[in-house]
C-alpha cells in the first residue's frame, strides 16, 4: 500500500494490522487495526508518531516512497503506548532526527520504555507552538485519554487535528477515509473501541471537546492513531456527536443479560429473565460469558442500560469467566445503570449474592433481589426469574422516560 495524501504535503504513512484479534490483550477486534502514522513535508520534515514494532520496516518502506528517512527532521510521539511507540528505537536509529516531541510524562514514560541515552528530547507544554516553515503546529495535552503523557497535535493552516487514541476504532482495511467505509460497521467500530477503552474518561473527554470548542479551533481532518480518518463537514459532526453522546451515556431501552453456567440452570434462568423483560417491552441481549470475551458485553452496554448478572456458584463464589467480566466492567465505570443478579447453586449458593454486592459496588442502580435456584431450576424459580426481569424492564422504562 503506497502513502496516503491527506492534504499538500501530509501523508498517511502508517501500517495496517488485518490479523490482529485481541487489542490490548483485553479487548477483541474482530476487524482488525491500524497504527496510524503521518508525514508532513515542510521545511522540518515531521513525523507523528510510529507504528507497532512488527511493522516498523512497513513504516520506513512508506515514508521512503516521499522521501529518504533521514530527511525527517521531527519526530513527534504524542502517545508511548507500544502500538504507537513501539518502534521507536529503529526509527531513531534510521532517521537520526534533530528533535523528539513529547509531553512531560511522555519524557518519563519514553525513558522508562526504551533506551533514550543521547536522544534529542523535547518536552513540549500544553499550548505549545512549533513552526516548522509554512505551518504551526499546537500541541495540545490530553491527559488521560488515555495515558497520562497523552497529548493531541494541531496543524494550524491545514486544520488537521492529529488526535491519537481519541476518536479511534479497530478498523483494518484498504480504505483510509470514513467517508470510504459503511457507516453501521464505522459506528459498531467506534462503540466497540469506547466502551472498552476511553469510557473511564468519559468526563475527560466532554471537558476536551469543550475546550477545543472554547478556543475556537476549525478542523477539516480529524486523524486519529487508530482507524479511518475523518475529512468530510458530515463526517467530522457525526463523529463529535457520537462522542458527546457516548461521554454523556443516556439511558438506553435495551438490556443485556450476562451469565456463567455449570450445568444450565442458570443459562435457563438467564433466558426466563429476558421473557420478562420482553413481557414489559424492553429488548435484550443474552451473553455467555464462556462463550464471548468479556469485551463483548462493553460492546452491548454501548446501547443497553440495563446489566443483569448471573453464575452458578462454584467454591463459594462466582465462576471465573463471570468474575472476569465483572473486573473487566467495573473497571470501564459505566454509568446511568440499572441491574440485578441471580444464579444457581447446588451447596451453599454465594454467587448470586456476590454479583448483587459487585454491581452495587460498580454504581449500577440495584432494583431487585437476587434470585437463587437450588439446582433446578423449578418452576417457581424461573417465574421469579420473569418477574425480576419485569422490575428491571420497569425501572428502565422509567429511567428513560424520565
Given at each position: 500500500?503506497?502513502?496516503?495524501?491527506?492534504?499538500?504535503?501530509?501523508?498517511?504513512v502508517?501500517?495496517?494490522?488485518?490479523n490482529l484479534?485481541?487489542?490490548?490483550?483485553?479487548?477483541?477486534?474482530p476487524?482488525?487495526?491500524?497504527?496510524n502514522?503521518?508525514?508532513v513535508?515542510?521545511e522540518?520534515n515531521?513525523?507523528?508518531?510510529?507504528?507497532?514494532?512488527?511493522?516498523?520496516?512497513?513504516?520506513?518502506?512508506r515514508?521512503?516512497?516521499l522521501m529518504?528517512?533521514?530527511?525527517?527532521?521531527?519526530?513527534?510521539?504524542?502517545?508511548?503506548?507500544?502500538?504507537?511507540?513501539?518502534?521507536?528505537?529503529?526509527?531513531?536509529?534510521?532517521?537520526?532526527?534533530?528533535?523528539i516531541?513529547?509531553?512531560?510524562m511522555?519524557?518519563?514514560?519514553?525513558?522508562?520504555?526504551?533506551?533514550?541515552?543521547?536522544?534529542?528530547?523535547?518536552?513540549?507544554?500544553?499550548?505549545?507552538?512549533?513552526?516548522?516553515?509554512?505551518?504551526?503546529?499546537?500541541?495540545?495535552?490530553?491527559?488521560?485519554?488515555?495515558?497520562p503523557?497523552?497529548m493531541?497535535s494541531?496543524?494550524?493552516?491545514?486544520?488537521?487535528?492529529?488526535?491519537?487514541?481519541a476518536?479511534?476504532?479497530?478498523?483494518?482495511?484498504s480504505r483510509?477515509?470514513?467517508?470510504?467505509?459503511?457507516?453501521?460497521?464505522?459506528?459498531q467500530?467506534?462503540?466497540?473501541?469506547?466502551y472498552?477503552?476511553?469510557?473511564?474518561?468519559?468526563?475527560?473527554?466532554?471537558?476536551?471537546?469543550?475546550?477545543?470548542?472554547?478556543?475556537?479551533i476549525?478542523?477539516?481532518?480529524?486523524?486519529p492513531?487508530?482507524?479511518?480518518?475523518?475529512?468530510?463537514?458530515?463526517?467530522?459532526?457525526f463523529l463529535?456527536?457520537?462522542?458527546v453522546?457516548?461521554?454523556?451515556?443516556?439511558?438506553?431501552?435495551?438490556?443485556?443479560?450476562?451469565?456463567?453456567?455449570?450445568?444450565?440452570?442458570?443459562?435457563?434462568?438467564?433466558y426466563?429473565?429476558?421473557?420478562?423483560?420482553?413481557?414489559?417491552?424492553?429488548?435484550?441481549?443474552?451473553?455467555?460469558a464462556?462463550?464471548?470475551h468479556?469485551?463483548?458485553?462493553?460492546?452491548?452496554?454501548?446501547?443497553?442500560?440495563?446489566?443483569?448478572?448471573?453464575?452458578?456458584?462454584?467454591?463459594?463464589?462466582?465462576?471465573?469467566n463471570?468474575?472476569?467480566?465483572?473486573?473487566?466492567?467495573k473497571?470501564?465505570?459505566?454509568?446511568n445503570?440499572?441491574?440485578?443478579?441471580?444464579?444457581?447453586?447446588?451447596?451453599?449458593?454465594?454467587?448470586?449474592?456476590?454479583?448483587?454486592?459487585?454491581?452495587?459496588?460498580?454504581?449500577?442502580?440495584?432494583?431487585?433481589?437476587?434470585?437463587?435456584a437450588?439446582?433446578g431450576p423449578?418452576?417457581?424459580?424461573?417465574?421469579a426469574?420473569?418477574?425480576?426481569?419485569?422490575?428491571?424492564?420497569?425501572?428502565?422504562?422509567e429511567?428513560?422516560?424520565?
Open positions: 500500500m503506497q502513502p496516503v495524501l491527506l492534504k499538500n504535503d501530509i501523508y498517511w502508517g501500517a495496517v494490522d488485518y484479534r485481541n487489542f490490548h490483550r483485553y479487548s477483541r477486534s476487524m482488525g487495526s491500524t497504527y502514522a503521518y508525514l513535508k515542510d522540518k515531521v513525523l507523528f508518531d510510529t507504528v507497532d514494532e512488527e511493522y516498523s520496516d512497513e513504516l520506513l518502506k515514508i521512503s516512497e529518504d528517512p533521514s530527511e525527517i527532521d521531527y519526530i513527534v510521539l504524542n502517545h508511548m503506548e507500544k502500538d504507537h511507540a513501539g518502534s521507536i528505537e529503529h526509527i531513531v536509529e534510521v532517521c537520526k532526527p534533530e528533535k516531541f513529547c509531553s512531560v511522555g519524557e518519563k514514560s519514553l525513558k522508562s520504555q526504551f533506551n533514550t541515552e543521547g536522544w534529542p528530547i523535547h518536552v513540549v507544554k500544553d499550548g505549545e507552538r512549533l513552526n516548522i516553515g509554512k505551518r504551526n503546529i499546537t500541541f495540545l495535552e490530553t491527559r488521560m485519554l488515555h495515558w503523557d497523552s493531541v494541531y496543524l494550524e493552516e491545514d486544520k488537521i487535528l492529529i488526535s491519537n487514541d476518536f479511534g476504532q479497530n478498523v483494518a482495511t483510509r477515509f470514513a467517508d470510504e467505509y459503511e457507516r453501521p460497521l464505522l459506528l467500530a467506534m462503540k466497540d473501541y469506547y472498552n477503552i476511553i469510557l473511564p474518561y468519559s468526563p475527560l473527554v466532554l471537558k476536551t471537546l469543550e475546550r477545543v470548542k472554547k478556543l475556537g476549525e478542523i477539516d481532518i480529524i486523524a492513531d487508530h482507524g479511518l480518518i475523518f475529512r468530510t463537514k458530515e463526517d467530522i459532526e463529535l456527536n457520537t462522542y453522546e457516548m461521554a454523556t451515556q443516556p439511558y438506553k431501552l435495551n438490556a443485556v443479560i450476562a451469565y456463567e453456567s455449570l450445568w444450565g440452570a442458570s443459562k435457563k434462568m438467564a426466563a429473565i429476558g421473557d420478562g423483560l420482553q413481557s414489559v417491552g424492553v429488548p435484550f441481549t443474552i451473553i455467555d464462556q462463550e464471548n468479556c469485551s463483548t458485553v462493553m460492546n452491548a452496554l454501548a446501547d443497553a442500560s440495563a446489566l443483569i448478572l448471573g453464575s452458578s456458584t462454584r467454591n463459594n463464589m462466582p465462576l471465573v463471570m468474575i472476569g467480566l465483572m473486573a473487566h466492567v473497571g470501564l465505570k459505566p454509568k445503570l440499572v441491574g440485578a443478579a441471580f444464579g444457581s447453586y447446588g451447596w451453599s449458593g454465594e454467587s448470586p449474592k456476590a454479583i448483587n454486592d459487585e454491581l452495587v459496588s460498580m454504581g449500577v442502580e440495584v432494583v431487585a433481589e437476587p434470585v437463587r437450588y439446582f423449578s418452576e417457581a424459580d424461573l417465574k426469574c420473569f418477574e425480576l426481569g419485569q422490575k428491571v424492564g420497569n425501572a428502565l422504562k429511567k428513560v422516560n424520565a
